[in-house]
């Protein structure tokens, strides 16, 4: 008798175990894991093609290499007409006098009116586009045929008329890149403007305007 009890137990005993393996659950836990990838961006020293003459058009290239959005705006400065130490904030086509003996005279200079267009060329968008594709955002102020004044070229980024409120961000092509024209006009009186060589310092200045998902 007590040996059949034993095993009766022994049994009773072994049937939780049965129970709880007998039954299988499927856990799935789910994560997000992100890579921040930076962005970067180089430009190429610009390329330059020189107006012949007084009234003609000079072309600056710069090509601009970005994995993400940029901004573009200009700032530049010049001698006043009265001297070579106070500076417009502005850049305009100058040179310095010089006598009949081809001394400089200090603190005389000559400007020339000058202008400024740009063509935006090799985007995949840019921000201000009435729809994407739009031709004719990527010309600022008249392109190649220049009309915007050296305080237009370089307002702040905030204020209307500048290059970066005229483009918003821009967006490089799948390779990465796209190309920036600046085009520029200097223009002088034929009978009391020197002749010479007239010059002006411009810098691009090119943002990170970093787009990123939405979701």
């Known amino acids: 008798m007590r ?24 856990v799935q836990d789910a994560v997000v894991i992100e890579f921040k990838h930076p962005q970067t961006i180089a430009v190429d020293m610009p390329q330059n093609t020189l107006g012949s003459a007084s009234g003609s058009v000079a072309a600056t290239i710069w090509t601009i290499t970005s994995n993400n959005a940029v901004g573009i705006n200009f700032t530049g400065n010049s001698p006043t007409a009265d001297s070579g130490t106070t500076r417009l904030a502005y850049p305009v086509f100058s040179k310095q006098e010089v006598d009949a003996s081809g001394t400089a005279i200090t603190d005389r200079y000559d400007h020339l009116v000058t202008t400024y267009g740009i063509f935006i060329d090799g985007t995949d968008s840019i921000a201000n586009e009435s729809t994407r594709g739009d031709a004719a955002i990527k010309t600022y102020q008249g392109g190649i045929v220049p009309t915007a004044t050296p305080t237009q070229l370089v307002e702040a980024t905030t204020i209307a008329g500048s290059p970066f409120s005229h483009y918003g961000a821009i967006m490089p ?14 223009i002088g009186n034929q009978d009391t403007t020197q002749s010479g060589v007239y010059s002006t310092t411009v810098t691009a200045v090119i943002t990170a305007e970093e787009q990123l998902n939405i979701n």
């Open 173 to 186: 092509s799948d390779a990465g890149q796209f190309q920036m024209t600046l085009y520029s006009k200097g």
């Open 3 to 26: 040996i059949q009890q034993l095993k009766f137990l022994t049994l009773i005993s072994l049937l939780p175990l049965l129970s709880s393996t007998s039954v299988f659950g499927i």
